[in-house]
């Protein structure tokens, strides 16, 4: 039997070590603003979203570190500043995060606010060192936008922050958060890493299809964590979620429906990369979403 | 004698123009974010970095508004998305931009933070729209993550931040903040113009090195107008960035030379783009620069 576990371990320890390589060196930009993005960056992380651009690269016999790192490192630039930003007060007012004090709590607002935004437009920089020709370049750059954008990450924070306010909570509701949120991002990385190794249309929306119902699986697998464990599993407190008043799968749905959902989503995009050649730890991948504790 | 109140006022009205029509439209993103973008973008402003990207652009003899427009517009995004985080609680707290409430008085902090992370990011989206080539691209978004990131716009940021909290303010720290703060982007401003439209290597650096003295007598103006004008003029309050504790030019160099020195990097500005054909409009903004009022 493969062994995901030591497989996603081995992955992370190689992205950490490629995010230790580009972070930004001694002399570029305020010592507090890097030691700030440095702290964020480094405080754990499953490292999911740049292991899902490798290993959909090297589905299609790609092996070029130069070309894909920077490309996958980015998108964990780019996750960790939307947390950053999602912490913050005036949102979820989180303290902790990955067991260890939110970025704000160390570094003060307006030090977390521009923290977060550096990532970003760091993600770029970094993005744009990869080797890739700049056709393709444009093309993982239209995926980002469009995915993180006003119909992706950054459109879904705000449903996420309206339902709240108003302690609104529906189907409608929440498949629109989780989709944008979450779904579209993961479903970015797996896009991201079939268009860097230049796959064709068919497979790349076969994958693209796949990737979405990962992402939701994902997510509805988080609340349903977010119910199901303790504080030292979670790092953070757990049912803060629903207490809060946000808008959770499983406050929807209950927790066994929404177990039978991620569970089904699952199956559906296991049998669609079941059509892709050498796809079998993108599966394993797909199957340890759901059957993940942390 | 050239017009060049006339020519910006209607440079401003066609970039107006466009950023109507490229704004999201309805089913795109929460119509509430939406909301809070477009408030912003629209409250007023002068347009000063589209239209030196179109300035600069059209010295070459080009004018194919499907290349340059969103590129242009896409830097007003970038703009509007530092001035809603600037103005945050957190940071400089303002009230007032433009003689209008700020987004967070208006939407509320959350919203603030979120619609100019929204505004970054569709900037990218905005500035993939046009025609130009994928290397050309590539090279504007090089000339954006690195003007905008650690070592731009985000590191002045923080240092106007931390030596406004440390009450530090010299030669040293002024100058770290005017040169990444705001002359880094306008000198990107006429650097994406240059690019865009394909110019030689020697006319980019000079492009590029009277862009940066611009872009710092710019800053210095800025600095003399927050001394010297009515809270109409300004529509904010004057003197509040010397009393606040900010780091201003005149702080550190005082009225008078800070005027003789916004004077001497224009001449300066002006000497170099005498060797530039065409460059006649540029220069007649670089003046503009020191001689405006509000």
Partial sequence: MFDIKGYLKERKKEVDEYIERYLPQDGEGPSILREAMRYSLLAGGKR????????????????????????????????????IHDDLPALDNDDLRRGKPTNHKVYGEAMAILAGDALFIESFNLLLKSTLPPDKLVSIMEIISREIGINGVIGGQVMDIESEKKRQCNPEIVHYIHERKTASFIRACI????????????????????????GLAFQITDDILDETSTPEELGKTPGKDRTSGKCTWVKVYGLEKAQEEARKLIDEAVSILDSIKNSDILKEIAQFIVKRSY
């Fill in 48 to 83: 999911l979203r740049p292991i899902l651009v490798l290993t959909t690269y090297e589905i299609f016999g790609k092996n070029d570190k130069e070309e894909i790192m920077p490309v996958a490192v980015a998108q964990e630039y780019i996750h960790t500043f939307t947390l």
């Fill in 191 to 214: 896009e991201i890493g079939a268009i860097a190794a230049g796959c064709d249309n068919k497979t790349f929306e076969r994958l693209s299809r796949a990737g979405g119902l990962m």
